[in-house]
């Protein structure tokens, strides 16, 4: 029995180990589904707004993309005016009066003979040039930056050979930074290993997010075709204006740099893929007309302007109507310079197209405003924030944020760091997970442990039980073939006669009903156990006189105590008219003078005593004893049923262990209790208290 217990046992506690373990590793699968759900959701917004930003940059790359090449002059003739007119209607450009379109800063056009002009370049010629305020310092910030810096970057491409603006970049980036970015790389690729195996990488959470949309991948060359009267008088037009505005230009240089101090907007670097070829002469012949005009050189240079249009009026009549003109895509050019050490891009991106008419190279573009495209980004990341995110535009990425998406335009990256508002919910949540886990490991490990100390106990105290049970069968035979052996002994004897003493033949007639008496008071007692354990047990409670009930059962055990020398005293109390089952009562007694006569039987003093009292609440009957008393440790015990003291092997006194059992549920019964005391100098009191009904 124990053997199995214990197999039942070790498997119940091996199940509950292999739960708990499993149960832990899901708290960790869990977590770490947290965690990707988490960087999911950074990743998911991440591509919102790369997408978003793609929209607004392809929107507004097609826009610039088709914006007729004749608006980024200062004046140009309508498409739909007649060729051959005297006078044509010379229009101003729709970009004048303003340089921030958007994202496009400052639009110009480098002619072929490296001049600059710009849709501004009218600002000059008016007679009073305060009144054009900001407008005319920034104009001449503008195509001093184009100057300075761009011309000297197309002048160093040979044509058709325009390098990659990432190439420019990573020549200015520190090998450092280079290192970093890679390390950067390195851990990212590792990172999505990690959180498939469910680890969060922990030297970068980002990921790389291209923006296209000046990659020039669905962009197209424009061919159109316009009027070659249109055409020339454009050229002439703003060929005049250009000299113009370099005669102004120098005039008013000095005082310009003294006191317009105009900041332009912050450089934007994009990568280049290319760019239709510039020619270098061109552009030198540009810088070399960057000198001090004169007044006298004013005037051949307006000579020359006039016969330049003489000439073109004339040529018209010669050379074809039509011309085709040919707009190239716009592509980005970096361009580092001093102006660009704080940009976000490390220099300036300029969107560069070329322009074909016939033999006629131009190149017409803008600065990106990278204010505005910050702004940009900014916006569609507000729009697209979470619950609990946030974000941050930085140069670098950031340790503390939550994911990083690296915005590459191809000519640069924006970092987009976005943030956790409250960086410990996760957490948070994962340790009052593990805490309800553990709790609730920790009742079942309590209830198990319980349930298999419960489990032995039974096991225990059934096996007690039935080997109580197998004495009480033991011990029921014996007492059962005792006295019918007796029975049947003196029976024979009288049938056949042997007995010829009349007294003697009287006492084995007595002996016969003691031991007939002493067989009915143990199947009385196994029938009232039994009922008893069964529920059935029914009492029948009237008023009457304790104390004659008790005198009787006295008077009915005087000679079984005295066949065992025991004299039988008593000593009644005044109690009454109480509610009593008298049967119950009797059995009371019959047992408790049976048990004195039992165990005191080799006592020297064997006088038994019954007393009865009352007090305030109970009816008192006590029987004491001068015996060998109970041992103090098995006061209770000897009111279970089937107990006995000591080995059943060895045990000298009879009984079935159901008397005792007995007194103490009919004292219940009567709402009352039984105890044992230690008697003087020696023996046992047995002290049975019923409830005083009146």
């Known amino acids: 029995m124990y053997k199995r217990l214990i197999i039942l046992s070790a498997i119940i506690l091996a199940a509950l180990c292999g739960l708990a373990w499993l149960g ?25 707004v790369r997408q978003d930003i793609n929209r607004k940059l392809d929107e507004f790359i097609a826009a610039e993309q088709s914006r007729p090449y004749t608006e980024y002059q200062n004046y140009y003739v309508a498409d739909n005016t007649v060729a051959g007119q005297q006078q044509m209607p010379i229009l101003r450009s729709p970009l004048a009066g303003t340089l921030g379109q958007g994202l496009a800063y400052g639009q110009f056009q480098i002619n072929p003979n490296g001049g600059i002009i710009t849709p501004n370049d009218d600002i000059r010629a ?28 197309l002048s160093s491409i040979e044509a058709g050979s325009l390098r990659m603006g990432s190439d420019l970049e990573k020549d200015a980036q520190p090998k450092e930074q280079q290192l970093h970015e890679e390390a950067q790389t390195t851990a990212h690729e590792g990172g999505g290993k990690q959180v498939a195996q469910g680890k969060a990488p922990q030297a970068f959470r980002g990921k790389n997010f291209p923006i296209e949309s000046f990659q020039n991948v669905e962009q197209q060359t424009q061919v159109v075709s316009r009027s070659r009267a249109l055409i020339e008088q454009d050229y002439a037009s703003n060929l005049q204006q250009g000299v113009m505005n370099q005669t102004a230009e120098k005039a008013a240089q000095a005082q310009s740099e003294e006191s317009l101090q105009v900041s332009q907007p912050q450089a934007i670097i994009v990568d280049v893929p290319t760019v239709a070829p510039v020619r270098t002469q061109q552009m030198q012949r540009r810088q070399s007309a960057d000198v001090s005009v004169s007044d006298t050189q004013t005037d051949r240079t307006q000579q020359r302007a006039d016969q330049m249009m003489q000439t073109q009026v004339e040529t018209i009549e010669q050379e074809p109507d039509m011309v085709q003109v040919r707009i190239e895509p716009f592509v980005p ?5 001093r102006e660009g050490e704080n940009s976000v891009f ?29 702004r940009e980004v900014e916006e569609s990341a507000k729009q697209f924030m979470r619950e609990g995110m946030d974000f941050e535009l930085a140069e670098k990425a950031n340790g503390g944020s939550a994911y990083t998406a690296i915005l590459d335009f191809g000519f640069g990256r924006l970092i987009l760091n976005l943030l956790e508002t409250n960086p410990h919910r996760i957490a948070r949540k994962i340790s009052g997970m593990r805490a309800w886990y553990f709790s609730i490991i920790a009742v079942v490990l309590l209830a198990v442990a319980l349930a298999l100390m419960s489990l032995w106990h039974s096991t225990r105290a059934q096996l007690r039980l039935a080997r109580k049970k197998d004495d009480f069968l033991s011990a029921v035979s014996h007492e059962l073939r005792t006295p019918l052996t007796s029975i049947r002994m003196y029976a024979e004897m009288l049938e056949k006669n042997w007995v010829k003493s009349k007294d003697k033949a009287a006492d084995y007639y007595r002996n016969m009903r ?49 066949q ?5 005293r008593t000593h009644f109390g005044e109690l009454g008219q109480t509610a009593f089952d008298p049967d119950a009562v009797t059995q009371i007694v019959v047992n408790l003078l049976d048990n004195a006569v039992k165990y005191a039987r080799n006592a020297e003093d064997k006088i038994i005593i019954v007393r009865t009292r009352a007090d305030r609440e109970f009816t008192i009957i006590e029987v004491e004893d001068h015996g060998p008393g109970v041992p103090h440790r098995q006061h209770k015990k000897i009111f279970e049923e089937f107990y006995r003291i000591g080995a059943e092997s060895t045990r000298e006194t009879t009984g079935t262990g159901l008397g005792l059992a007995l007194v103490k549920k009919f004292a219940q019964a009567h709402n009352g209790f039984v105890e044992i005391i230690n008697a003087r100098p020696k023996g046992a009191i047995f002290r049975v208290a019923l409830a005083a009904h009146t």
């Open 24 to 48: 832990y590793y899901s708290i960790q699968i869990w977590a770490a589904g947290m965690e990707g759900t988490r960087l999911g959701e950074f990743a998911a917004v991440a591509e919102q």
């Open 126 to 153: 008016m007679s009073d040039p305060s009144r054009a305020g900001d407008l005319l310092a920034q104009v001449d910030l503008n195509v001093r930056n184009v100057r300075d810096n761009l011309l000297p970057a």
């Open 333 to 337: 050019l970096k361009v580092p310079c």
């Open 346 to 374: 490390g220099g300036q991106i300029f969107m560069l197209r070329h322009v074909q008419i016939e033999d006629k190279h131009f190149v017409q573009g803008f600065q990106l405003n990278e204010a505005e495209l910050v």
């Open 514 to 562: 003691q031991e007939s008496e002493r067989l009915s008071r143990l199947i009385e007692n196994v029938l009232d156990f039994s009922r008893i354990q069964r529920g059935r047990k029914r009492y029948n409670f009237s008023l009457g006189d304790i104390n004659k009930s008790v005198a009787g059962v006295v008077e009915m055990m005087r000679p079984y105590a005295a």
């Open 564 to 568: 065992n020398g025991f004299e039988i």
